[in-house]
């Protein structure tokens, strides 16, 4: 009877996690950051019909494999790329990471394995960084899916070998989000093989199979693009994305914390509890240990799992120089898996504080997304200049904009980007990128220089109040009543026009 009733609870959890992940979707604006690249890429696909390439404003880029902007691209073109609809892709894979949690964790505990499952998924919910980016239309969720259904599939194959047949559709899915990144959880598997006896417990033609399936899922695409671009595609796709990435920081140096601070900083319930897990996991791997391979109990493989799995997701992520908060999400399921095993004998002993657990997280999801949930508006700047160009007395007047990074008005304007600055490591930043400097995305310019080209005919120019007197002067007498320019303030940003209104007629 209980199990029918865990049953239930189960199926409801995750209808209302449906509902959290789609909740007011429909509102606000995309992140002024990689969203808007994704999003170019997509529409670019539905409307030149070239799924083949990820094309920027007319450049072809080879920043990372397709699938996630497939996805993206095939939402777009049912949904004519409303709101939700770009949304939607990230909110599915979210979603099923869930899922895939909660079976994963139902192999790794011999007790309460509904309620475990279940309580991994809503600490994964609950954390504030997988929230904000299960509602993004990013890259990021549609690895993560593919990643913990590999985990799943592996747990599965201890008890049934055929399951590695399984493993190689997740793992072709997962070559085809993020390409490299996908050693993470191989590396995970590989190690915990290799340490326990399980390297005995599976058949090697069932292994064989599913790497031949993730092969023919990933290897025909990065086939034709090496035909079709030859070196240039693997000297960015892994020469950039990768190594220089890891070796070279893209923004700001961040300390090897950084991913720990961050977790701490958003919710720090959450990170005492992510701590208390690995505690819970590093004191059964010592009670447990085995004197001998094969002496080993079902309780230390299980953390040595978990152990493996959070070391090879947060190690490498944490000593790679590019430190960007997003970055950590594949470490995220790991510790909400670590975390649940800690919590499970709570209510083994006492069944009322397993619904306990699940109000606190329902507390502490609303604490800490709420404004992720209630008002995901990122850039509501430039969605409201936007619709003022496009609707003023000359939408076709040049758009640019000055000392600030800036994708989304241009998106939502659907031009090629123009951005300007007079700050040489501003420039070194955004420059570096290979999609903006394929397409000369940035011009950097002497303050003068800049500011008389500007004068020169009609614009639109999105900037800060740091390089606002660039444009209205050092006492702002172009922006003053007698002045050529108008300023258009917004929450964060400012729209100075040089637009005159043309006589009636």
Known sequence: MRDHRDQTLLLLF??????????????????????????VMARSMVENGNWLDLQFY???????????????????????????GTRLPAMLMALLTLIFLALAVQELTPKDRQRTGMVAAALLLATPLFYFNARRPMTDTTFLAGAVAFVWCYLRAGRTPRWWL?????AGWMLMSKGVVSALPLLAIATHLLLTSRRREFTKRWLWLGLGVALLLATPWHLVQTIRHGGSF??????FNVLQRAGQALFQKTPFTFYLQDLWESSPPLALLFGSGLAYTSLQLW???????ARETAIWSSHLFVALWLLTAALPLSLASTRIEHYFLPALPALAAAAALGLAPLWTRH????HSTLAVLTLLFFSGNAFHLTSPDYTPDQTRFARQIKSGPAPEARVVSINHYELAIFYFLDRSVDMRTTDPRFFEIVDSAPILHRIKGVTLEP????????RQGPFYALTNSASLPLLCGPTGQQCGPAGPLSVTPGNHLFLVTNITQPPHE
């Not at 995750?14 to 999003?39: I, K, R």
């Not at 399984?166 to 997740?170: D, L």
């Not at 009670?287 to 391979?293: E, F, G, L, W």
């Not at 303050?447 to 500007?454: I, R, Y």
Request: with cysteine.
């Open 287 to 293: 009670q447990h240990r085995p004197s001998a391979p």
């Open 58 to 84: 007319g450049a072809t880029v080879h920043q990372r494999p397709p699938l996630a902007i497939w996805l993206l691209a095939a939402s777009g073109a049912v949904t004519d790329f409303s709101l939700m």
């Open 351 to 354: 069944g009322y504080l397993f």
């Open 447 to 454: 303050p003068d220089q800049l500011a008389a080209k500007l």
């Open 234 to 239: 693997w000297q960015e796709y892994i020469g």
């Open 14 to 39: 995750f209808l209302c996690a449906a509902v959290l992940l789609t909740l007011w979707s429909w509102t606000g604006s995309p992140l002024n950051h990689d969203e808007v690249t994704y999003l």
């Open 166 to 170: 399984w493993a190689g559709i997740p």
